[in-house]
C-alpha cells in the first residue's frame, strides 16, 4: 500500500521560498503520478502542478506560473515542490497525491498525503 508523507511546510514571508518534499514508502513512486495540490481555510481543494511518472509537467494553477515547479526523484522516492515568490494568497495546507502513471486532476480516490501547512504573512 502506497503511503505519502508531506513535509517543509512552515512560516515564509512574502517573497520568499520553500521547498515541500512528498515522501513515499510502501511502493515505488516510478509508475505513479505525483499531483500537488492546496486548500486554503474555507475553499476547495485547487490542483496546482503535476509530474507524470515519465516526467511531464502539468499546471493545473495561473497563479503558480512561474513561481512554483515540480520535480522528482525516483531513486529517493521522493517528489518536490519548490516554491518561490510566495504570496499570502499561497497560503494553504499543501497535499499531495498518488495515481498510476498519468496527471489527471483531484481524485479524492487516489492515494493522498496528510498535507502540510504553509503560511506567507509578514
Known amino acids: 500500500q502506497l503511503q505519502l508523507v508531506e513535509s517543509g511546510g512552515g512560516l515564509v514571508q512574502p517573497g520568499g521560498s520553500l521547498r515541500l518534499s512528498c515522501a513515499a514508502s510502501g511502493d515505488t513512486l516510478d509508475y505513479y503520478a505525483i499531483g500537488w495540490f492546496r486548500q486554503a481555510p474555507g475553499k476547495g481543494r485547487e490542483g496546482v502542478l503535476c509530474?507524470?511518472?515519465?516526467?511531464?509537467?502539468?499546471n493545473y494553477a495561473d497563479s503558480v506560473k512561474g513561481r512554483f515547479t515540480i520535480s522528482r526523484d525516483n531513486a529517493k522516492n521522493t517528489v518536490y515542490l519548490q516554491m518561490n515568490s510566495l504570496k499570502p494568497e499561497d497560503t494553504a495546507v499543501y497535499y499531495c497525491?498518488?495515481?498510476?502513471?498519468?496527471?489527471?486532476?483531484?481524485?479524492?480516490?487516489?492515494?493522498w498525503g496528510q498535507g502540510t501547512q504553509v503560511t506567507v504573512s509578514s
Open positions: 509530474i507524470s511518472s515519465s516526467g511531464g509537467v502539468t
Open positions: 497525491a498518488a495515481r498510476l502513471y498519468y496527471c489527471s486532476g483531484y481524485d479524492p480516490n487516489d492515494y
